[in-house]
Structures are given as structure tokens and as C-alpha cells.
């Protein structure tokens, strides 16, 4: 029998899923500072190249920043809950 996750309790799962959200807030808005200070700083050196690479270097910074940010907050979810300790691997030996 599979030992129970601590996200099964809906009322931890809750807790733990709302910390989520609140940790996805704030780095969305660190990105946006991110990416506005690399465009300003683009536009400071090199001036108007073309729309097009301010466009794709903001959606390169942007979505990067946001992917490595949510792979990172689960990680975090997963580990701070126990539910990486309630994982029974013995039949894998």
C-alpha cells in the first residue's frame, strides 16, 4: 500500500497550492522588471534596431524567467510537503 501525500489533505493541499500562486505573482513581476530593464538597456546601447528583436529578446528573457521560475516553484511544493517522502520506490532495488 502507498504511503499517503501530505497534498491529499485538501485543506494542506490548498495551503500549499495558494503559496504556489503567490510565489508565481512575484515572479511575474520580477520578470517584467527584468525584461524592461534588458530592453531599456538594449535601447540605451544599440538604439531602434527593429520592433522584431525587441519583441523576441522580451519573449526569450520573459518566458524563460517564467518556465525556469514555475519548474523551481514545484520542485519547492514537492519537496516542502513531504510528498517526495511519501514516494515508495523499494519495489525498483
Same mark, same amino acid.
Do not use: D, H, K, Q
Given at each position: 500500500m502507498m504511503p499517503s501525500s501530505p497534498l491529499d489533505d485538501p485543506e494542506s493541499a490548498a495551503y500549499v497550492w495558494a &503559496? /504556489? &500562486?503567490?510565489?508565481? &505573482?512575484?515572479?511575474?513581476? !520580477?520578470? !517584467?522588471? !527584468?525584461?524592461?530593464?534588458?530592453?531599456?538597456?538594449? /535601447?540605451?546601447?544599440?538604439?531602434?534596431?527593429?520592433v522584431h528583436f525587441y519583441i523576441a529578446t522580451a519573449l526569450g528573457i520573459g518566458l524563460a524567467m517564467l518556465l525556469m521560475s514555475a519548474l523551481m516553484g514545484l520542485v519547492f511544493l514537492s519537496a516542502g510537503t513531504g510528498h517526495d517522502e511519501s514516494v515508495d520506490d523499494t519495489d525498483r532495488r
Open positions: &503559496r /504556489y &500562486r503567490r510565489l508565481m &505573482r512575484w515572479m511575474f513581476a !520580477v520578470t !517584467v522588471a !527584468v525584461v524592461i530593464v534588458a530592453l531599456g538597456l538594449l /535601447y540605451a546601447r544599440n538604439g531602434m534596431i527593429s
